[in-house]
């Protein structure tokens, strides 16, 4: 049994919650239900959970403020909110699963499940540090961590440090200078929605470029990039104009 704690500063949605858990989530054992959060950390403290279903929105601080209170985060969190002014995107990064009010069925069971392959590998906790990493940083989106997913788990990197993805069938290959690539679980489309706003851009079908790393656009048909490794990647001709509309951006020429 996955040892639970709900945190809601709501009786109404605390109940909602309980309930689907019990209908939905058999799994989980639900040991302690907290309101505010100078409780909640008394309780996460005193029961060491496996998982912690937080709502962001508490009262007097937020769960983040809460989270950095704790010295190591060493269980699973779902976060559960009805507002979406939060950095929905800083979730993405960090692999970290995140409900709307009022809850799906089918989404609380996937991300119970996800927290349950996540609680059984060595890596708990290191995305919710990342993600408080991030929340740090929302004016420098290079600054930012991605985590990312593979077969044994996750690899958290700097997004300044990714050259480029090259997509493979559904997976996805991340390309550093000076350390070695890593294999994503993720198709690259999925990376260029989560990367859209953070200097990446796809250029080709097979390829997701980080912009700071873009040294020199050769012109053709559709032209090629060469990057700070001097690696030499096609540029579409479908992508061309966007590519060099996103790069004037970027450079201001």
Do not use: W
């Not at 937080?54 to 507002?83: C, N, Q, R, W, Y």
């Not at 989106?141 to 480029?164: A, N, T, Y």
């Not at 656009?217 to 996103?246: P, W």
């Amino acid at each position: 049994m996955i040892r639970t704690i709900l945190v809601e500063d709501e009786q109404r949605g605390l109940s909602t919650l309980r309930n689907l858990l019990q209908e939905y989530c058999p799994e989980l054992d639900v040991v302690a239900e907290s309101m505010d959060a100078d409780d909640a950390k008394e309780q996460i403290a005193r029961l060491s959970p496996d998982l912690v279903f937080m709502d962001i929105s508490l009262p007097g601080k937020t769960s983040f403020d809460l989270l950095k209170e704790i010295d190591s985060i060493a269980f699973e969190i779902i976060f559960v909110t009805a507002h979406h002014q939060y950095a929905m995107q800083a979730f993405r990064y960090c692999a970290v699963d995140y409900l709307m009010k009022p809850i799906d069925e089918d989404l609380l069971t996937g991300a119970v499940n996800r927290a349950i392959r996540k609680i059984a590998s060595s890596n708990i906790g290191l995305n919710i540090n990342t993600l408080l990493h991030n929340l740090q940083r929302p004016a420098n989106h290079q600054e930012m961590k991605l985590c990312i997913p593979s077969l044994k788990g996750f690899r958290v990197v700097e997004l300044k440090d990714i050259l480029f993805c090259e997509a493979s069938g559904s997976y996805t290959n991340f390309h550093f200078a000076g350390q070695p690539n890593i294999c994503s679980a993720k198709p690259i489309h999925e990376y260029e929605e989560i990367l859209s706003d953070s200097h990446f851009i796809r250029i080709h079908k097979s390829y997701l470029v980080n912009i700071s790393h873009v040294k020199e656009y050769i012109r053709g048909e559709g032209g090629s990039v060469i990057l700070s490794n001097q690696k030499e990647i096609e540029v579409s001709r479908r992508k061309k104009d966007f590519f060099l509309s996103r790069m004037k951006q970027f450079y201001k020429y």
